[in-house]
């Protein structure tokens, strides 16, 4: 599966962003367990929010929780992180990913195998 991803760009606080993640290949897009990630310099990779197979469950990160929603169109293979209150420590370059095992979301990011490019959310507080 190839991974694009898009929507990111510069905020002030309290603003919302919405990425998309549009994903193409052979396998169907609802078997993919999918996750977003978040990068700063520095600093290792860290877990947003993800999606299990057929939208069948979803974690968030607590730093995120009742801010994100993540949701997937499995017609449209895309999976998209809608951004709410946003704050000056979601500034961060995001990315999205796909596990190609298991049923449920991890929090890991080794676990998903496929990436997209990454893009940068800018909060100004």
């Known amino acids: 599966v190839q991974l694009q991803a898009s929507g990111g760009g510069w905020v002030q606080a309290g603003g919302s962003l919405r990425l998309s993640c549009a994903a193409s290949g052979e396998r169907t897009f609802g078997t993919y367990v999918m996750g977003w990630f978040r990068q700063t310099p520095g600093k290792e990779r860290e877990f947003v929010a993800g999606?299990?197979?057929?939208?069948?469950?979803?974690d968030y990160a607590d730093s995120v929780k009742g801010r994100f929603t993540i949701s997937r169109s499995n017609a449209a293979n895309t999976v998209d992180l809608q951004m709410n209150n946003l704050k000056p420590g979601d500034t961060a370059v995001h990315y999205c990913g796909a596990k190609l095992r298991g049923f449920g979301v991890s929090r890991t990011d080794l676990e998903y195998t496929e990436w997209g490019q990454g893009t940068l959310v800018t909060v100004s507080s």
């Open positions: 999606l299990g197979r057929f939208g069948a469950s979803t």
